[in-house]
């Protein structure tokens, strides 16, 4: 199970900056998967229809993956825009992001070179200022355990950042909790310790 903690933007985000008289707008926002990343690219084209262009690239997963990607030139030339962008997200430290970079022409064309330096440096310059957040990936799990570890549990979780989710009281102690991935085999080896292996743990859900 992939345990990695990795920033993710925290909301959308938006910079602009003015080249060669062309207006450039730059919209980020979370993207999680490849669903919601072109319904924010749809929200950002209804938002500018006047717009030149609307090129777009998006990363729905950790960063630097390229299992979940996409990209478009928008009508630029082939090659200046969408492939800059997402290269400039693939190398940008954030995951889960979805970037659009609005342009209204000026009148002076830039040339290839000068599109690719434009969409790159416009990728750049949000991700500088972009605030996140850190991604967590986590399991919930399911415990029973006897009520003479209840105190000793409790204290644990604060140690393993767990959750506490539900509890439940019968002839013995059960709960459910939230704790990232990475902790994962770390708790279970303390709780063994803590019941002397008088404890049922399943998991129930890997988050990732």
Avoid at 56 to 61: E, F, I, K, L, P
Wanted: charged share 25%; proline share 6%; aromatic share 6%.
């Amino acid at each position: 199970m992939e345990a990695k903690r990795y920033l993710v933007p925290a909301g959308v985000h938006r910079v602009e900056q003015e080249l060669q008289k062309s207006r450039f707008l730059t919209t980020a926002a979370p993207a999680p998967t490849v669903e919601e990343a072109r319904a924010f690219i749809a929200r950002v084209r209804e938002e500018f229809p006047d717009a030149t262009h609307n090129c777009w690239a998006y990363v729905a997963g950790p960063p630097g993956s390229t299992a979940q990607v996409g990209m478009s030139d928008d009508g630029e030339p082939h090659g200046t825009a969408g492939r800059p962008m997402l290269n400039a997200l693939l190398h940008g430290g954030v995951g889960e992001v979805a970037v659009v970079v609005t342009r209204y022409f000026g009148g002076t064309l830039l040339g290839k070179g000068g599109l690719v330096r434009a969409y790159t440096g416009c990728v750049q310059q949000a991700l500088e200022s972009l605030p996140t957040i850190e991604r967590v990936p986590k399991a919930r799990l399911a415990i029973e355990i006897e009520y003479a570890s209840v105190d000793g549990l409790r204290r644990m979780l604060p140690n393993h950042e767990a959750e506490l989710v539900s509890e439940e009281y019968a002839a013995t102690v059960g709960y459910q909790l939230l704790l990232p991935l990475s902790r994962l085999e770390a708790f279970r080896k303390a709780l063994l310790d803590l019941t002397l292996g008088e404890v049922l743990i399943e998991v129930l859900e890997p988050r990732q």
